[in-house]
């Protein structure tokens, strides 16, 4: 117990210990989660139970590097307002000592249960993982009940991230695994007491589904229903890029098809990214009360630049997104924010009927700012080149020729340009939410959905227009928080 207590208050004191200089941060975000200190990753236990929202996360908190893993805690009512809870989960056992991994949460009998893996790497290099259970009775204190799925056979201990839900009268797990054959595949359990679990086999993978080989590892799987379709979304490790997809280090993206209730197998048609941004991964879901299928994920990623982000000056590094809703049309997932965000919005202004003149650039003395949301609505869908420029450092454009929609900003590294890329057969509208180091673009009511972390100059708040051709639009913005 006294390891236990030391470490969870080891943590507190390093938030306490690093408060100020966190919070002087002129990169600080406003109105998303991010940690108190250290390092934040996966979103996970993303759970509304009684009205209140839960959201866990990966967290370091004793540097901004990714070492042993807690799991952190906000609460919500209004997924606007969030309130920091005490630790969940430590790393304080033989089965987690080197880190809580992903996992999900589930409401049953009056109680929340957690279900996360537990990580495990012994000096000689071997890795051990296991699939852990904890409970709770008031959703803020945790008490830890140990694995209850260990490694099977078929598989190497890149076997994690479990998401667990309800399916008529049994419970379903849905976990990221890697094969012996170093192929990446999304794998099933059952259980009729959250205790016990049977290992159903893979529901999809590499060489499945008509899938050839698509990435060594798939971390982060959540399968469920939306609009009368079975969803999975995953994050395959390891795929190459083609054309203007796949330039991340790793993607996230899904699947749409049909469950096999009796096979347990998911026939599915292509993978699609869910986000065409440099910074999202890991992205986790829930039902609502309201019936709505919400997303949050981590607005982040490991990469090579990773270790170039400002942030880390003060000793914070990484935050989640914004939460969105999902619907299906046309056969694809579209993502809009959360309608409660609108509680946000001050100081409106709006222009009608802007009109840009060909060549000529435009700002409004009113329309800038490091934390804001802002509405373009076009009265025709754009018909030459379009750019707008946000502090000198993000560029957005469309051309309708090539019908190629453009995200641009500066490398971390270097300052040089780097570019994300997606097809888009019109642009008829653009929802932007600006925060100080985050930008997150919504496409055509959420067609396509482009995220970004970028590190602008601090009295740098401009932003600006431009076209081509003459086009006119309306212009909707307000500040947030």
Same mark, same amino acid.
């Given at each position: 117990m006294t390891k236990i207590n030391n470490l969870v208050e080891d943590a507190y004191r390093r938030v306490e210990q690093e408060q100020q200089k966190v919070a002087s941060d002129m990169y600080r975000l406003q109105f998303h989660l991010m940690p108190p200190v250290g390092l934040l990753n996966d979103p996970n236990g993303f759970i509304q139970i009684d009205e209140v929202y839960h959201v866990f996360y990966q967290w370091n908190p004793f540097e901004t590097a990714h070492g042993a893993k807690f799991w952190g805690h906000f609460t919500s009512t209004d997924l606007v307002n969030w309130t920091t809870e005490p630790i969940a989960l430590a790393p304080d056992q033989w089965y987690d000592k080197n880190g809580c991994y992903s996992g999900s949460a589930i409401e049953h009998d009056g109680k929340m249960y957690l279900f996360y893996t537990g990580n495990v790497k012994e000096d000689n290099g071997e890795r051990s993982t296991y699939q852990c259970m904890a409970v709770s009775e008031d959703g803020i204190s945790f008490e830890k009940k140990g694995p209850v799925i260990h490694l099977p056979k078929g598989y190497t201990a890149h076997f994690r991230d479990p998401k667990v839900w309800k399916?008529?009268?049994e419970w379903l797990m849905v976990l990221g695994a890697q094969n012996l054959k170093h192929e990446g595949e999304a794998v099933?359990?059952?259980?009729?007491?959250?205790?016990?679990?049977?290992f159903l086999g893979p529901a999809a993978g590499s060489q499945m589904n008509e899938l050839e080989e698509f990435g060594y590892m798939w971390e982060c799987p959540d399968l469920f229903q939306l609009d009368g379709h079975d969803v999975l979304i995953v994050s395959p490790q390891g795929l190459e890029p083609e054309g203007d997809h796949f330039h991340n280090l790793y993607q996230s993206g899904y699947f749409i098809g049909k469950l096999d209730p009796q096979t347990k197998r998911l026939q599915h048609g292509t993978f699609t990214e869910l986000d065409r941004g440099f910074d999202f991964y890991a992205p986790q879901?829930?039902?609502?009360?309201?019936?709505?299928?919400?997303?949050?994920?981590?607005?982040g990623i490991t990469d090579e630049m990773e270790k170039y982000q400002p942030t880390i000056e003060h000793n914070w590094i990484h935050a989640l997104t914004?939460?969105?809703?999902? $619907?299906?049309?046309?056969?694809?997932?579209? +993502?809009?924010?959360?309608?409660? @965000?609108?509680?946000l919005r001050k100081n409106e202004v709006r222009y009608k009927a802007v009109c840009l003149e060909a060549g000529i650039v435009k700002n409004f003395s009113?329309?800038?700012?490091?934390?804001?949301?802002?509405?373009l609505d076009f009265n025709d869908s754009i018909a030459g080149i379009f750019e707008m420029e946000i502090r000198d450092n993000i560029k957005i454009s469309y051309h309708s020729t090539e019908r190629l929609f453009t995200l641009e900003r500066k490398n971390l590294k270097d300052g040089k340009k780097e570019f994300r890329r997606c097809a888009l057969e019109k642009l008829h509208k653009l929802h932007i939410f600006l925060d100080t180091s985050s930008i997150e673009i919504f496409l055509n009511d959420g067609e396509e959905v482009c995220t970004a972390r970028f590190f602008a100059?601090?009295?740098? $708040?401009?932003?600006?227009?431009?076209?081509? +051709?003459?086009?006119?639009?309306? @212009?909707?913005?307000?500040?947030?928080?």
């Open positions: 399916s008529g009268n099933l359990y059952r259980s009729d007491n959250l205790f016990e679990w049977e879901t829930t039902l609502d009360s309201e019936g709505r299928r919400l997303l949050i994920a981590w607005m914004i939460p969105r809703e999902l $619907k299906i049309v046309n056969n694809k997932i579209y +993502q809009k924010p959360a309608t409660e @965000l609108k509680a009113d329309i800038q700012g490091d934390s804001l949301e802002m509405q100059k601090e009295n740098d $708040k401009c932003i600006t227009f431009y076209s081509d +051709q003459i086009e006119t639009f309306d @212009l909707s913005k307000w500040g947030l928080k």
